[in-house]
């Protein structure tokens, strides 16, 4: 049975932060930029299909677009094109030199203006930003009239058209940004998500690119709805754990807070692994594995941990996470392994058997870095788990049960 896999699909596993308070996100991002601004720079381009790129590439046949402004997008132009292909397509182009001082400038003023909302906030480009808007808007309503208020003042300040999306998660305030282009605002809720995803490309899911898109054609999908109503359990048999990422995608359930740069909440890892119950040895190395990589991740980011999570999903898609934490921050390989160990091992010979596998380390705390080169250099290399002494040795750190649900977080 050939599953997809994360890298397959180019799925990112931090997506799975959702924290189930409901939040309302904003995504804005700046139209045409940089053409935009070169037609402020230069007034007579308005209304002229420009592009932002190789001013030589009539001659030399080199470069891409930069940006290009919309009198060129509806010859098929976009950024990112060969510029030899945009000028056959759009031979009247006119093509202008780049600026970045002017750009920078501007994206900086813009994102000044919001800075002073003092909410959460996640630039993720020179022309788009993430702000959380649950701190001062208590509904939808308030957060169109705040988006208003932003375009204004953006266009007052800095004169540039600005397309905003609204919505409970991250994921889906960029899809709402892109949705009305240009000097567009689109909100987007868990009421209206079948209506929006209506005969929507796949392309418009941020992340799914051209050659995703053909990989999905081949499985029959074509355009969001196709995703949208298809069943959480279907997708993941279709299209593998990206199948799980694209139905919490549409649902609303990705990552839903923003986590300030550097600040990571969690450190795990998951696989995919087809697992016999009758061979528990198998499943315990690559468990073991599993950890390695996963300490690994931990060890080099510097940090320590209280709380070992451990998850697994069997065949028909019941998932068990499991954690377990003890009262200080460590980094002892031992102590971690046995936790995890303790963890999964009751669930390895489940007759159902295993589909997927995780580990997890979450209450992290930063080190200091002579103290982590110390531990790791102390630290002796683990002994082979000894299933026997793991049952009788199960009972005794604390247990904390959470429910069913599987949290792959990581940091945004
Ligand atoms: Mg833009």
Request: proline share 4%.
């Amino acid at each position: 049975m050939s599953n997809f896999s994360y890298e397959e699909f180019n799925v990112d596993e931090e997506e799975y932060d959702n924290e189930n308070e409901s939040r309302i996100n904003l995504h804005l991002d700046i139209d045409y930029f940089f053409a935009q601004v070169e037609i402020l720079k230069n007034p007579e381009l308005k209304g002229k299909p420009v592009i932002v790129g190789h001013t030589e590439a009539r001659k030399d046949g080199r470069g891409v677009v930069l940006t290009c402004s919309y009198e060129a997008r509806v010859f098929g132009v976009h950024s990112g094109l060969a510029m030899k292909i945009a000028l056959d397509r759009c031979p009247d182009a006119i093509i202008v030199k780049s600026d970045y001082q002017e750009y920078k400038e501007r994206s900086n003023k813009i994102m000044n203006i919001l800075r002073n909302l003092e909410v959460p906030m996640r630039q993720a480009g020179i022309d788009e930003v993430y702000l959380d808007l649950t701190p001062i808007c208590d509904d939808y309503q308030q957060a169109v009239k705040l988006a208003a208020d932003i375009k204004q003042e953006i266009i007052d300040e800095v004169q540039l058209t600005v397309s905003i999306g609204i919505a409970p998660t991250l994921k889906l305030a960029k899809i709402g940004s892109d949705y009305n282009k240009p000097d567009g605002v689109t909100i987007i809720t868990h009421n209206t998500l079948e209506s929006i995803f209506d005969k929507l490309a796949l392309t418009k899911i941020p992340g799914i690119g051209k050659k995703t898109a053909e990989r999905l054609k081949k499985k029959g999908f074509v355009t969001c709805d196709q995703i949208f109503h298809r069943s959480k359990s279907d997708l993941i048999n279709l299209l593998g754990s990206s199948g799980e990422y694209f139905y919490r995608l549409v649902h609303g359930e990705t990552t839903n807070r923003i986590v300030p740069r550097g600040e990571r909440k969690s450190v795990s890892h998951s696989r995919t692994f087809v697992g016999d119950p009758g061979d528990i040895e198998r499943s315990m190395e690559y468990f073991d594995k599993l950890f390695d990589s996963t300490y690994e991740t931990l060890i080099k980011e510097e940090f320590s941990t209280k709380t070992v999570t451990a998850t697994v999903r069997f065949n028909g898609f019941d998932t068990i996470t499991r954690s377990q934490s003890i009262p200080h921050y460590t980094t002892e390989r031992a102590t971690l392994r046995s936790m995890a160990f303790q963890l999964i091992e009751p669930h390895l010979s489940d007759e159902r058997g295993i589909r997927l596998l995780g580990v997890g380390f979450s209450n992290l705390k930063k080190r200091d870095a002579l103290q982590t080169s110390l531990d790791f250099f102390t630290e002796d290399m683990p002994e082979k788990i000894d299933i026997e002494s793991l049952r009788a040795e199960r009972t005794k750190p604390e247990v904390i049960e959470v429910e069913e649900e599987p949290s792959l977080d990581d940091y945004f």
